[in-house]
């Protein structure tokens, strides 16, 4: 089971390896592909005064500081197709985001590196759409076959965050992750997609439903799973709402295992 996790942004230091030292057990956790997930730059906050991050070159240092001490492999957001060999050079998967997922020089940039391309979709697209990013970057890294084993063989993922239905929230169809499997390999974002769309300047969540929407994606099949995580989401300086404390994360993943092996999945 892949596991991609961490803060939602870099913090200061100290608690960037606070919460990378937590993760300690689950990287070492011979059931799991652990990657460790965090935003040198949250370039789409809401507000102009939210904190954002410590920006591409600090974050690749801290990045770097990371994977010499814990040994983890890393995953980052980039916004900007400058940002794709830079990161690149540091990072193991480059994470399109969700609102950029389109984005033809961004894609192709990143293709151009030697990191696996998690492109997470948009808000406001089908499963189906999901189709050309991931041909885009199979193109660019020439295959022309569009489906499940290209993809798995050549490093391209997709990910899972809900769709925007215009009342006020992200509702997962729990049918994109069967149709977007045809592509690609599948993380659910559990946490994201238990965001609330920013009201009054921040955006929202409710991470109390993590936990039932990770289980209900397990159950119909994914690869992998993707959650935002601090020691105290209270203080989290980004999608805090919505995070799972580390210590809560631990009882998520065992139970997602439960029903892996209740049902045969590999």
């Given at each position: 089971?892949?596991?991609?996790?961490?803060?939602?942004?870099?913090?200061?230091?100290?608690?960037?390896?606070?919460?990378?030292?937590?993760?300690?057990?689950?990287?070492?956790?011979?059931?799991?592909?652990?990657?460790?997930?965090?935003?040198?730059?949250?370039?789409?906050?809401?507000?102009?005064?939210?904190?954002?991050?410590?920006?591409?070159?600090?974050?690749?240092?801290?990045?770097?500081?990371?994977?010499?001490?814990?040994?983890?492999?890393?995953?980052?957001?980039?916004?900007?197709?400058?940002?794709?060999?830079?990161?690149?050079?540091?990072?193991?998967?480059?994470?399109?985001?969700?609102?950029?997922?389109?984005?033809?020089?961004?894609?192709?940039?990143?293709?151009?590196?030697?990191?696996?391309?998690?492109?997470?979709?948009?808000?406001?697209?089908?499963?189906?759409?999901?189709?050309?990013?991931?041909?885009?970057?199979?193109?660019?890294?020439?295959?022309?076959?569009v489906n499940y084993k290209s993809s798995n063989d050549n490093g391209?993922?997709?990910?899972?965050?809900?769709?925007?239905?215009?009342?006020?929230?992200?509702?997962?169809?729990?049918?994109?992750?069967?149709?977007?499997?045809?592509?690609?390999?599948?993380?659910?974002?559990?946490?994201?997609?238990?965001?609330?769309?920013?009201?009054?300047?921040?955006?929202?969540?409710?991470?109390?439903?993590?936990?039932?929407?990770?289980?209900?994606?397990?159950?119909?099949?994914?690869?992998?799973?993707?959650?935002?995580?601090?020691?105290?989401?209270?203080?989290?300086?980004?999608?805090?709402?919505?995070?799972?404390?580390?210590?809560?994360?631990?009882?998520?993943?065992?139970?997602?295992?439960?029903?892996?092996?209740?049902?045969?999945?590999?």
């Open positions: 089971m892949k596991i991609l996790t961490g803060p939602c942004v870099l913090e200061d230091r100290d608690t960037v390896m606070r919460i990378a030292e937590k993760l300690i057990p689950l990287s070492e956790d011979k059931r799991v592909e652990f990657y460790f997930k965090a935003s040198f730059d949250k370039a789409n906050r809401t507000s102009l005064d939210s904190y954002r991050g410590p920006g591409l070159e600090e974050g690749l240092k801290l990045f770097q500081e990371i994977k010499e001490q814990f040994g983890y492999k890393l995953v980052t957001d980039i916004h900007e197709s400058c940002q794709a060999k830079p990161a690149g050079e540091v990072l193991d998967i480059l994470q399109i985001p969700a609102f950029l997922c389109r984005q033809t020089d961004l894609l192709v940039e990143a293709a151009k590196t030697n990191c696996t391309i998690n492109i997470k979709k948009g808000q406001f697209l089908a499963a189906g759409s999901m189709k050309h990013p991931v041909e885009k970057v199979l193109k660019t890294r020439g295959i022309n076959e391209v993922w997709l990910c899972e965050r809900g769709n925007v239905f215009g009342y006020g929230a992200l509702v997962v169809d729990m049918k994109n992750l069967i149709a977007m499997r045809e592509y690609a390999p599948v993380i659910f974002d559990a946490t994201h997609s238990a965001q609330v769309p920013s009201t009054g300047g921040t955006t929202g969540g409710n991470s109390a439903v993590v936990p039932s929407l990770a289980k209900a994606a397990c159950s119909v099949g994914v690869d992998g799973f993707f959650f935002e995580t601090h020691t105290d989401p209270s203080v989290a300086l980004s999608d805090g709402p919505n995070m799972v404390q580390v210590d809560e994360l631990y009882k998520v993943i065992e139970d997602l295992f439960a029903i892996q092996n209740a049902l045969n999945y590999k």
